[in-house]
C-alpha cells in the first residue's frame, strides 16, 4: 500500500536530477520530505494503475478546458 502523500511528489525526478538544459532548485517548507520512486518501479502494475486512475482523472478535470493528456510523462 502506498503511503498517503502527495502523488504529484512520486512524479518527479530525484534532487540534483535535470533534463538536459534545465536548472534544479528545490525548496521544501520546514520538516518537508519527498519520496521519490526507483526507475525500476515504472514496470509495477500497482503503479501503472495508479497513472492510469491519474489520467483519467486529470482529462476529467480539464474536460471543460477541451484539454487532453495522454501521458504523464
Known amino acids: 500500500k502506498m503511503e498517503p502523500e502527495p502523488l504529484y511528489n512520486l512524479l ?3 534532487k540534483g536530477v ?4 534545465e536548472e534544479v532548485e528545490e525548496e ?4 518537508g520530505k519527498k519520496k521519490y520512486l526507483p526507475p ?3 514496470k509495477d502494475p500497482k503503479f ?9 482523472w486529470i482529462n476529467a ?3 471543460p478546458e477541451h484539454i ?3 501521458s504523464l510523462e
Open 28 to 31: 521544501l517548507p520546514q520538516g
Open 40 to 42: 525500476a518501479s515504472r
Open 18 to 21: 535535470a533534463l538536459p538544459g
Open 68 to 70: 487532453v493528456v495522454r
Open 61 to 63: 478535470t480539464l474536460l
Open 48 to 56: 501503472l494503475e495508479l497513472q492510469k486512475v491519474l489520467t483519467e
Open 12 to 14: 518527479q525526478l530525484p
